[in-house]
């Protein structure tokens, strides 16, 4: 196939041959990193700025370490020391950014919606890095790897496979695009969280809902745990931590009870002793590391994609 998006901004508007065309760019792409030279020119010459409105480890160091991989110039900008402070609006930035020659514009918002809005109105590519509830596309993306490297399935085809995304689904953006990116490859999901958290209204993505974890925990291939999401919650939605992890917590008793081969997966920052024991997360089973080292190769992957499509 041939790539002709300019931007990333959510999977749900991706097709299943299109994640399958990144996944296996990433796999080329992890290659560079075993090397003892870990740069490529493939984007020599082109202008990144990481533009990231809410805090960010994760996402931020790594779309910066895969633009110098791909030796491009990059440009990191946070709310707190722009003109965003002064009132200056979002397009504003963003076409000043332009202005500038910046050919791509990595974008983590608050607002869901952010990045398309961007996208919409500029040249530039625009990748976004999370926006409010909405989605997180490249994590999606590096779990979707990290699932299909771990069980042999490099080929994309997720048949088979059942994953059970457990915690705070309603306000996370690394669930909706984990949903997406799962289903479109054949994966079976079943999420599982309090009602409140796990609204009914779900199953309209094509997923199972449980609000017992143990229904499921000793047959599913993956677990992947969610943080509960305090910064968007307005109300409580359950009693008590101590509550939620004795209901939904991948404690010692239940990490036992998984199968032999079960990935544990967690997008971060863990919570640890809250959605996951301590010991677990840094067990053998766990691939949250993996998750990191892959999230590189495939921000490499969409910053090579996007920036090389044909401009319209
Ligand atoms: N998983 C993730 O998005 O982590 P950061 O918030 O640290 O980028």
Redesign the pocket.
Same mark, same amino acid.
């Given at each position: 196939m041939t790539w002709t998006r300019k931007d990333l901004v959510s999977i749900a508007a991706l097709s299943a041959e299109e994640i399958r065309f990144i996944l296996q760019h990433a796999s080329n792409f992890k290659t560079v990193g075993a090397r003892d030279i870990k740069k490529v020119p493939a984007l020599r010459g082109k202008t990144l700025v990481n533009f990231f409105v809410e #805090?960010? $480890? /994760? $996402? /931020?160091i790594s779309f910066e370490l895969a633009a110098f991989r791909l030796s491009a110039d990059v440009v990191n900008m946070s709310a707190s020391t722009s003109s965003l402070t002064k009132g200056e609006t979002l397009k504003d930035t963003a076409r000043n950014l332009e202005a500038l020659l910046a050919d791509i514009i990595v974008l983590r918002h608050s607002s869901a919606g952010a990045s398309q809005f961007l996208a919409e109105r500029l040249k530039a590519s625009v990748i976004n890095a @999370?926006d409010g509830a909405h989605e997180?596309p490249t994590?999606a993306l590096l779990d979707t790897f990290t699932v299909c490297e771990a069980k042999g399935r490099m080929d994309g085809d997720l048949r088979g496979l059942h994953v059970a995304i457990i915690g705070d689904i309603l306000f996370s953006r690394?669930a909706r695009s984990n949903i997406h990116a799962l289903i479109k490859l054949g994966a079976k999901v079943t999420l599982c969280g309090p009602p409140t958290l796990v609204p009914r209204s779900l199953e309209s993505l094509g997923v199972s809902i449980t609000h017992n974890i143990d229904d499921i925990i000793g047959s599913v291939d993956v677990v992947n745990l969610l943080r509960i999401q305090h910064e968007r919650q307005r109300k409580e939605y359950f009693p008590s931590l101590g509550e939620y992890t004795s209901l939904f917590g991948l404690t010692k008793a239940r990490a036992a009870q998984l199968k032999d081969d079960c990935l544990i997966m967690h #997008? @971060? #920052?863990i919570n640890r002793g809250v959605e996951i024991d301590s010991d677990i997360a840094d067990s053998g089973r766990s691939v949250i590391l993996d998750q990191v080292t892959n999230g590189l190769a495939v921000r490499m992957a969409v910053l090579y994609l996007c920036a090389n499509a044909p401009q319209s």
């Open positions: #805090p960010s $480890t /994760r $996402t /931020r @999370g997180h994590q690394v #997008p @971060g #920052p």
